[in-house]
């Protein structure tokens, strides 16, 4: 089974302090993603990966940045972390391209709170 | 971002009732996917749907893509208790990179 694992279920954070989000996929996957959900609006794409050191950005990248310095591992960061940033952040990874190979797999999400 | 048109917004049935929900699209996709969402947990995968008209069951669960290609359906029968969360339609269209577009989501309360 693939597994995507997130590196907190929760956090707490103040206003102005740079967050680390930490995404590990352990099946090899090529391609990576980061998404925010939030009542009402869905899963929205951050930013995505689809190699080691690349990336692109998603419909939401303003106040985000990402990085891939491994496969298996995408980071997603905060720079300054404002109040409009709590939401539920979920990672994604995919297999790599073509018919049965973009099912997306989740972690179990990391449930961010700035005060 | 493109948003699915995913209904219903919210379903609550008794134990045992049988449960439709449908994705619909401005746009043609050429995969449609099926995840159910615990609470405080990532969504799961139940069903992937790659080709138009194509029918498939997952247990008690039922997916079909649409012949147009701008739908799908989700059908699940005789629910029961851990049925209930909620249930994300995912479209994939034709860009050359696997960007989903994901429904709005179906919340589904199953009473015993």
């Known amino acids: 089974d693939v597994k995507v694992t997130q590196s907190s279920r929760y956090l707490v954070k103040r206003t102005g302090e740079k967050v680390f989000l930490e995404c590990v996929q352990d099946m090899d996957h090529e391609n990576m993603f980061w998404y925010r959900q939030d009542p009402g609006l869905g899963l929205r794409l951050i930013y995505f990966?689809?190699?080691?050191?690349?990336?692109e950005k998603g419909d939401i990248p303003e106040g985000y940045s990402v990085s891939r310095e491994k496969k298996e591992r995408f980071s997603l960061i905060l720079e300054s972390a404002s109040t409009n940033q709590t939401s539920m952040y979920l990672c994604?990874?995919?297999?790599?391209?073509?018919?049965?190979?973009?099912?997306?797999?989740f972690g179990p999400g990391t449930r961010l709170t700035v005060l | 971002g493109q948003q699915l048109n995913q209904s219903p917004q919210s379903m609550f049935i008794q134990e045992g009732e049988d449960v439709s929900m449908n994705c619909t699209s401005s746009?043609?996709?050429?995969?449609w996917l099926w995840y159910k969402q615990d609470p405080g947990e990532g969504p799961v995968l139940l069903i992937a749907l790659y080709k138009a008209g194509e029918l498939t069951s997952n247990g008690r669960l039922t997916a079909q893509f649409g012949i147009t290609r701008k739908d799908s359906f989700l059908n699940i029968s005789a629910s029961i208790p851990s049925d209930v969360g909620i249930y994300f339609c995912a479209g994939r269209v034709n860009t050359g990179f696997q960007k989903l577009v994901f429904g709005t989501g179906t919340r589904l309360l199953v009473s015993p």
């Open positions: 994604a990874s995919t297999l790599g391209s073509g018919i049965g190979n973009n099912e997306q797999f």
């Open positions: 746009s043609i996709f050429n995969t």
């Open positions: 990966s689809y190699d080691v050191k690349m990336k």
